[in-house]
């Protein structure tokens, strides 16, 4: 452990380090801005602790963008608000964040669904244009990313938990994605959660919450599981020699961000 490590009365040998974090690197886990749903107050604490973490790795699971005026049933409002707003504020966030890997979600999905599935030529064509630029600009910004499929996961250099965004909901979500993924972070609820399989070497998976303003996202308002969604994102260390790795929710309760570390 490292209290023994620090304990040899001869001091440290050559084979001892002495900073116990130098075997590890640091991550930092983003989720659910839902492009202009996303909420100021919830981008910019993420963005100020890890001004102090440091992240090596900064991940993003996905819905970067919200796209309702592409949502299946979207009301005559919702389609006449348009895309542009909603993708800008999305990408200003990636901006801000430039996230190693990047999962994308259902919602980001849907402009590249439509881009060949798509009836009406004019949204088909502007949606292949927003699918290019974003495209385009993933590669300016050295983002590894998936498309929105369930056969489909990224991995740190490490090894580590799978990432993904998502795509089972429920209460048993978590466990749902642990035993399809193994251990996995993944977005998509905006719960933050923690699953422990029971087997001898008691994997986890994580359910990370969203950066997104959740009263703004009326859409859900007449489902129950709203009710226990929150703001939040999760930080965590892998080995670089193992792969072992921990995860931890940061998580807005009330007024206040709650982490392991004490309010933030």
């Known amino acids: 452990s490292l209290r023994q490590s620090s304990a040899s009365c ?24 839902h492009g202009e749903l996303g909420c100021p107050d919830a981008i910019k604490k993420i963005l100020d602790f890890n001004k102090t973490w440091k992240a090596n790795y900064r991940i993003h699971l ?52 439509n881009v060949e599935q798509c009836a009406d030529g004019i949204l088909r064509e502007r949606c292949q244009e927003l699918a290019a630029g974003a495209e385009r600009r993933f590669k300016q910004l050295k983002i590894e990313w998936i498309p929105h499929s369930v056969d489909q996961a990224l991995q740190m250099p490490e090894g580590g938990p799978r990432l993904v965004h998502g795509f089972a909901s429920g209460q ?20 933050p959660g923690t699953f422990t399989a029971d087997t001898l070497d008691g994997s986890q998976s994580l359910s990370v919450g969203c950066l997104g303003d959740i009263k703004k996202m009326s859409y859900a308002n007449r489902y129950l599981a709203k009710q226990g969604w929150r703001q939040g994102f999760a930080y965590g260390i892998i080995n670089t020699r193992t792969g072992a ?16 570390q004490g309010v933030l």
């Open 62 to 113: 996905g819905d970067v963008w919200d796209f309702g005026c592409l949502r299946r049933g979207a009301s005559p409002e919702d389609k006449a608000h348009g895309i542009t707003d909603d993708y800008s504020r999305g990408m200003e966030f990636l901006e801000q964040y430039r996230p190693h890997y990047l999962t994308l979600g259902n919602h980001d999905d849907r402009i590249w669904m």
């Open 245 to 260: 790795w921990n995860a931890w929710n940061v998580t807005k309760e009330n007024e206040d961000w709650i982490s392991p």
């Open 172 to 191: 048993n979500c978590i466990k749902k994605h642990h035993y399809h993924y193994g251990a996995c972070l993944h977005g998509h609820v905006h719960r």
């Open 10 to 33: 001869g001091g440290l040998d050559k084979n001892q380090t002495k900073d116990p974090m130098s075997k590890f690197k640091k991550f930092i886990v983003a989720a659910d801005n």
